[in-house]
RNA sequence: GGCUCGGUAGCUCAGCUGGUUAGAGCGUGGGAUUCAUAACCCCAAGGUCGGGAGUUCAAGUCUCCCCCGAGCCA
């Protein structure tokens, strides 16, 4: 049972933003645990390269559409890769394999009788690839999107019967699951049940698109195209491009994960195009929220955007995922803070996790011989931080299917708050200086170990490397494709050597702005 | 203009089907401790739950009106 997963195929008309990357690393999040569960992951991100934007804005470098599709697009692949994202497709959609994957889905369509030719005129918004509703006597109107003047188009366009789909688009969104959060679903039903209105699939003088077969001079609407480079992913595995091996290669997707913006086109227009197709329907469209900085909208006017590349190589990965997965609540809209950034992470990470594993293998080591403590299976079966170790394996068990990363981020400092204390209580340091209870300070120090090592897994799929810091500071193999063997109480092995440690996590000192 | 979602401690937010003195984290102040990354632990101050009216024995939690913010559609 194949476990699909999407970001959006992000459109390269310019290099990755900090929506992007929040995006990805919380769709990489979700498919790091469900492959530590054991599923088989098909993880899939990609670009979306056509369009009449792309053509212009390469047009206004200089440059032919294809060289800025190729430049912009390494820049997501040198991104993703500095992320360390675990996807297992890229997919582009000038790619040579999608273009006849479209051509048998419009085929399908067609012959479903959910395609019709008809002429559309009105305002068009070169941005945001849409015709607008302004009156056609408007003079000189302009899209509140993006600022900028509409143009008149005339043209005849082929149409997709969207329709002919109110039905049963009605009844997929009355599905209570399908729209995540359920916040948003509203939002969508008062939209459908407005009445559904066909929308145009092609454009005529648009070169930079996909050619529609049989129609000589047009090309396909950027967005049916894009839709489609989810099922080009899957299919692209080697073998053949035949919408018949969907089912065999992952599809239907469990999750395609979005933002906001771009719910309606999957929620609605994708499932009806599928539906047209005859091919199962995605499981759950999760449409999460924005990211505003100190309480600002991000954008190059105001000049306050946060680059991710910045935010990266000042930081590190561990930093910003944990802050973007623990703070903000997955769905809701988030606000980037620098100093709650700063605050969150010196605390959570370095503070109460760094510092637990620190002082605890410090002093394992020094009164254990360097290693951990010798303890029998009864000290450490029945030992008082058990419970709250399987209080925490369950609660992250439970959140990051949902992608409810901050219930999982709570749940695993708890573990560790509850450590920290319990040393505290134990105080093996004054146990020592009174002499004569080394055995009970074993105990003591091997269950906090313990601990720490369930820490080092349960944060595995939110923040890789810290979890891999961790792990080897116990000394502890952190390859293991699966976790179930791992989350389990009493792992740590007994008189097993430790290394020197060294903090497994950097405070962050920020003086400047970023 | 219609619709959707928010408005709860300085900040970010929890508060399910209405029910004891409204919670957490961060920040701030104080205390304790020394194993540790000036860390960890404990304690404290701080809120007329956007405003108003209503329903109820009882409302942050339900109804209506208004104000503010974000977004979707016009």
Redesign the pocket.
């Known amino acids: 049972m194949i476990y699909t997963l999407t970001t959006p195929l992000y459109y390269v008309n310019d290099k990755p933003h900090l929506g992007s990357t929040y995006t990805t690393v919380a769709c990489d999040a979700l498919a790091r645990f469900q492959r530590l569960e054991g599923h088989e992951v098909v993880f899939v991100t990609g670009v979306d390269e056509h369009g009449q934007k792309i053509q212009r804005t390469a047009a206004a470098q200089g440059i032919s559409p294809i060289d800025h599709c190729n430049r912009v697009t390494a820049s997501y692949e040198k991104a993703w890769n500095e992320w360390d994202i675990s996807h297992d497709r890229f997919v582009r959609t000038t790619s040579p394999r999608h273009l006849p994957l479209v051509q048998q889905f419009f085929q399908r369509c067609e012959e479903a009788g959910d395609i019709r030719s008809g002429r559309q005129t009105g305002w068009y918004c070169v941005g945001c690839e849409e015709f607008k509703?302004d009156p056609a006597e408007a003079i000189n109107p302009t899209c509140s999107i993006h600022q900028k003047p509409l143009e008149w188009r005339d043209e005849e366009n082929l149409f997709f019967c969207l329709s002919h789909f109110q039905e049963k688009i009605e009844a997929l969104l009355n599905q209570s699951d399908f729209i995540a959060p359920a916040?948003?679903r509203?939002?969508i039903q008062?939209?459908v049940a407005?009445g559904l209105r066909d929308f145009s699939i092609s454009r005529v003088n648009v070169e930079w698109g996909l050619p529609v077969p049989g129609h000589q001079g047009h090309t396909f609407y950027v967005w049916f195209d894009a839709l489609l480079g989810y099922l080009t992913a899957l299919l692209d595995d080697g073998g053949s491009i035949d919408l018949e091996r969907l089912n065999a290669v992952g599809w239907p997707a469990n999750q395609h994960v979005i933002g906001?913006?771009i719910l309606?086109f999957h929620a609605v227009y994708w499932p009806a195009m599928l539906m047209s197709a005859g091919l199962p329907l995605p499981r759950k469209v999760f449409g999460h929220g924005f990211l505003t900085r100190e309480?600002q909208?991000m954008g190059k006017s105001i000049g306050n955007v946060l680059d991710p590349e910045v935010l990266l190589n000042r930081c590190g990965t561990d930093a910003v995922r944990w802050y973007l997965l623990r703070?903000i609540?997955f769905g809701?809209?988030?606000?980037f803070?620098q100093q709650?950034f700063v605050?969150?992470v010196n605390?959570d990470l370095?503070?109460?996790i760094?510092?637990?594993l620190?002082?605890?293998s410090?002093?394992s080591r020094k009164w254990f011989n360097e290693s951990t403590p010798i303890v029998d299976s009864e000290d450490s079966d029945g030992h008082a931080l058990r419970q709250a170790a399987e209080t925490a394996i369950t609660s992250v068990r439970e959140a990051m299917p949902s992608m409810a990363f901050q219930k999982a981020a709570e749940a695993i400092l708890q573990l560790a708050?509850q450590a920290?204390?319990y040393?505290?209580d134990q105080?093996p340091?004054?146990k020592m200086?009174k002499g004569g209870q080394d055995a009970e300070v074993a105990v003591d120090l091997y269950g906090v170990l313990e601990s720490a090592r369930l820490v080092g897994w349960l944060l595995k799929p939110l923040v890789p490397d810290l979890s891999e810091r961790i792990l080897s500071q116990l000394n502890q193999p952190s390859n293991a494709t699966l976790w179930t063997g791992e989350l389990v109480w009493g792992g740590l092995e007994s008189g097993h050597p430790l290394p020197q440690p060294q903090?497994?996590?950097?405070?962050l000192e920020l003086e400047e702005t970023l």
């Open positions: 509703d916040s948003r509203k939002e008062n939209f407005g906001k913006d309606r309480g909208k703070d609540q809701d809209d988030g606000d803070q709650r605050d969150l605390n370095a503070n109460t760094g510092n637990l620190n002082r605890t410090s002093m708050i920290n204390g040393l505290n105080a340091w004054s200086k903090p497994v996590m950097q405070r």
